[in-house]
């Protein structure tokens, strides 16, 4: 598999209840994006990892939004506390080159969180 | 910041039918400009991008030319097909901070029926 994954595709979760949405970059691609897309809306962009740097995280709602890419491959995206408006598809890309070079970006399937 | 506006959906088209999706955008400079698509159930894919005034992206039959003139980059094809039922954005990357993130529209859903 030459793309990108993530798990779990679906996530139902209690109001209050912490998740952790796994993203699996294509190899050796340098940029990592988590996005958020709310129903019936385009993404928007939350985080953005330079290998292993955190370089732009202007994205994330609130404090409650946390991820992490500690090896420079595989990211999570930790959500405290979650509330309804957390409810939406939570998107991870990566692209082969890092920093400020227009690259494309490959789109993983999504995780679809759904907060009761 | 830089941003994108996108022709509301859905559109529904009969087979064979011509196809345009409007996208206006604005921008500090010329940026690249990209078409994606999400097919029910998948995620993201690019569908065709341009990285300069005047360049014609082109995928699938899809194509879509980048008129700094008029700011836009209008998603076109001659004779759409079932399998294209999807939903098209439009989107540029917004610069600022550590990289170029990307700024989408809304999304366009396109019906086609045979």
């Known amino acids: 598999g030459a793309g990108v994954s993530q798990s779990p595709r679906y996530k139902v979760a209690k109001r209050g209840q912490d998740v952790a949405l796994r993203c699996d970059p294509i190899s050796g691609h340098v940029s990592l994006f988590w996005y958020q897309q709310a129903l019936g809306q385009g993404p928007e962009f939350l985080t953005y990892f330079q290998n292993e740097a955190q370089l732009d995280k202007s994205g994330l709602p609130s404090d409650r939004f946390f991820a992490e890419r500690p090896e420079g491959s595989v990211s999570t995206l930790k959500i405290q506390r979650t509330q309804q408006e957390d409810s939406a598809v939570y998107l991870c890309a990566s692209s082969l080159l890092g920093g400020l070079r227009t690259d494309t970006q490959y789109f993983g399937p999504g995780t679809r969180l759904t907060v009761l | 910041g830089n941003s994108v506006t996108q022709m509301e959906g859905p559109v529904t088209l009969s087979e064979e039918a011509f196809l345009t999706i409007n996208c206006t955008y604005t921008a500090t400079g010329y940026p690249s400009l990209f078409w994606y698509v999400q097919y029910p159930g998948e995620g993201l894919q690019l569908l065709l991008k341009a990285t300069k005034a005047d360049d014609k992206g082109s995928n699938k039959g899809f194509e879509a030319t980048y008129r700094k003139e008029t700011t836009s980059f209008h998603l076109e094809k001659g004779s759409v097909q079932v399998s294209d039922s999807a939903v098209y954005f439009c989107?540029?990357?917004?610069?600022?901070?550590?990289?170029?993130?990307?700024?989408f529209g809304t999304g366009t859903l396109l019906a086609v029926q045979p």
């Open positions: 989107a540029l990357p917004n610069y600022g901070g550590a990289t170029n993130k990307l700024i």
